[in-house]
């Protein structure tokens, strides 16, 4: 299928293309309409063939194995429909209406009470596919909506783990794959299944969110990104000295080098940032 042939009007198995919400490097994305009007489904469909990265096609089967599995829930798309990846690659999903994190990260720093909020929503959000066996991996502003109602939903589970699946992107690729700002230290060894992951990228959020900053910078090579492995992050309150102790600790666990020394669920981090929300 080629993506540049694709307009809203379009047809792809009977699913009928109307407004295009995103164009990137790995899949473009369009709302899908029906004769009442807009639907509330989009379709994602993967850029694949030749002079494409060949991430993408592993991404495209990755996420549809792991929204397959994800019991329905608020915290997730609903997988609705997919078609085959050798043939017409597709995944049409509920459409989220909400707002992205990352609308708050462009206000950073924002209150610590509003931080609590987000956070322990977020961390919920987490915990709801941990206790499914997956791993996110890829948790950065970008990826987390929030439903009018309060509550977190996680997107793209393109680089995720499911711990009763095979792992396709390890066996792929042998350099770290992911968001390289949010990368916990053992993802840049190549572990891939543990939740506590996804805890430090959560760490990483809920700086940006407190100091305005990002706790790592931007690495752009390897030998930058392997800092991750032995180096501390400045302490928020030594950039925002008005941010409270709790929230200081809280983010510090959660960006422990060390596995073991974090948080041992996203549930504890929930728990702990819900005495302060709003």
């Known amino acids: 299928m080629n993506l540049d ?3 809203p009007g379009s047809e792809i198995d009977g699913f009928c293309l109307g407004e295009l919400l995103h ?22 469909i993967p850029r694949l063939g030749p002079g494409e990265r060949a991430v993408n096609v592993v991404a495209f089967e990755v996420c549809r194995m792991v929204l397959g599995a994800l019991a329905q829930g608020p915290h997730h798309p609903m997988l609705v429909a997919f078609g085959d990846v050798e ?12 707002v992205r994190l990352s609308d708050w990260v462009d206000r950073a720093p924002i209150a610590p009470e509003e931080i609590a909020r987000l956070g322990s929503a977020l961390a919920l959000a ?10 996110h991996l890829d948790l950065k502003p970008t990826n987390v909506l929030y439903r009018s109602s309060g509550e977190a939903v ?13 792992d396709l992107l390890a066996e792929e690729f042998r350099s770290p794959v992911g968001n390289w700002v949010y990368m916990a230290p053992e993802q840049v060894v190549g ?5 506590r992951s996804d805890i430090f990228a959560f760490g990483a959020i809920l700086y940006q969110l407190a100091t305005g900053r990002l706790p790592f910078d931007n690495p752009t090579t390897i030998a930058q990104l392997r800092q991750r492995l032995y180096l501390d992050p400045v302490p928020p309150k030594a950039l925002v000295a008005g941010i409270p102790a709790w ?8 960006l422990e080098i060390d596995a073991g020394n974090r ?4 549930a504890e981090v929930a728990f702990d940032l819900a005495n302060h929300a709003q």
């Open 126 to 135: 987490l915990h709801d596919i941990h206790r499914q066996d997956v791993v």
């Open 23 to 44: 164009a990137g490097s790995m899949a473009a994305i369009y709302r899908l309409t029906g004769p009442e009007g807009p639907l509330p489904l989009i379709i994602k």
């Open 191 to 195: 572990v891939r299944c543990d939740p």
């Open 263 to 266: 948080y041992a669920s996203a």
């Open 87 to 98: 043939t017409t690659p597709y995944l049409v999903m509920e459409y989220v209406e909400g």
């Open 5 to 7: 042939s694709l307009e």
């Open 154 to 166: 996680l997107i793209d589970f393109g680089l995720a783990h499911h711990g009763h699946y095979p």
């Open 247 to 254: 929230l200081q600790e809280i983010v510090l666990r959660c």
